[in-house]
């Protein structure tokens, strides 16, 4: 999404084929729709004093516990959007390397853990819309020569030894820790070898 407010995604073209396109900032989603209208969360966050992104951060844990929610999305949805996910996938891996203006050889995709089950210590998303379209575009990446970075072994390690999460209290963004992690990982692959040589000293962990 640009400053703009405008976003880059894929609709099917008249070919059938997906083309990318520049649409206005997407209509909020059902459960973003959902607290806003609450009288609920108004009230506790205007007379409790509660943050309403704390709030909305809890009800989102709660739904992916209950496993509605994996991967910060709904973990069904219908054959359709799967469909579309599928085709775009397959697409904008096709178009990566003429939109960078570089060969596959020297993009790095890194791809975010599912945090869920990290720290549940099994795999939630498994069977998941959430799975099934990360594992589509992992694949995807290193059949078209791009080396893909999953960090999900990277945080499930680093849980496992320290018990520490990789978000802030109140969203689902990296925290320092996470970006630390990343970056180490990120300094040992492949492509940032080759362009800037081994890479001696690492991020340390926080």
Known sequence: VNQQGHMWCFEEGVTGEPQLVVRSAPQRSFLRRTLSQSALLRYLAFNAGLDPAYLKARLITSLAAE???????????????????????????RMLPSATGLPPERILLVVDAIREDVYAGESLAKGTFAGRMRDLFMDEGRKSGIEVLDLQPVFAKDFAHHGQEFEFETDRHWNRLAHSLAASAIATSTV?????????????RP
């Not at 509605?68 to 904008?92: C, H, L, M, T």
């Not at 940032?192 to 340390?204: H, S």
């Open 67 to 93: 496993n509605q929610f994996v991967g910060n999305v709904p973990a069904k949805v219908s054959e359709e959007r799967e469909y579309a996910a599928r085709d775009s996938i397959v697409a904008f891996m």
């Open 192 to 204: 940032i070898k080759a362009a800037f040589g081994t890479i001696v000293e690492l991020p340390k």
